[in-house]
């Protein structure tokens, strides 16, 4: 697939204005309809929906999702962790770094890894209920994975701004 581009007229892997209203407006609610999509754009639902088609195969719109309140789930806690790894594998051991990125699958409380350049090799967004739910998470999980070398954490205290809207 070839890298889209944003502004240009709607040829394959560009976006117009249209295209990009649509992009704007189902970031802030999924579940908007064509037809009232259309309205807001001036466009047919057909034309809305064969736009949202094009956008969905070209790689634009990656998936839907549901986006969940932590709070209501019993979920207080936010903490982001900073994780520094061995460089070195030992004999016949997977490299350091793939073997992190293989298990941080399976820590439902991991809820975004990223890989970073600097002092640290990863920072991970932890979603939990409580204290007592990230010291079993640090303890049982992440301090005894064997690549981890060393972790920093800073706990979230208010939330600025959430987003996932990008700036389309």
Wanted: charged fraction near 25%.
């Amino acid at each position: 697939m070839a890298t889209p581009k944003i502004g240009a007229m709607p040829t394959e892997n560009a976006l117009d204005r249209l295209d990009l209203a649509i992009l704007r407006r189902l970031q802030a609610n999924g579940r908007e309809t064509s037809e009232a999509l259309g309205e807001q754009i001036g466009l047919s639902a057909s034309a809305v929906l064969r736009r949202i088609r094009r956008l969905e195969d070209e790689g634009f719109i990656d998936r839907y999702v549901a986006l969940l309140k932590p709070e209501a789930l019993g979920l207080g806690l936010v903490a982001y962790v900073n994780v520094r790894l061995e460089k070195h594998a030992g004999a016949g051991k997977r490299n350091p770094m793939e073997e992190f990125r293989a298990s941080v699958q399976a820590w439902p409380e991991v809820v975004e890894c990223v890989a970073l350049t600097g002092e640290m090799d990863f920072l991970l967004r932890l979603v939990l209920q409580d204290m007592a739910a990230y010291s079993r998470f640090m303890m049982d999980t992440l301090l005894r994975h064997p690549a981890v070398q060393d972790c920093k954490t800073s706990f979230v205290m208010d939330r600025v701004k959430a987003t996932t809207a990008l700036p389309v």
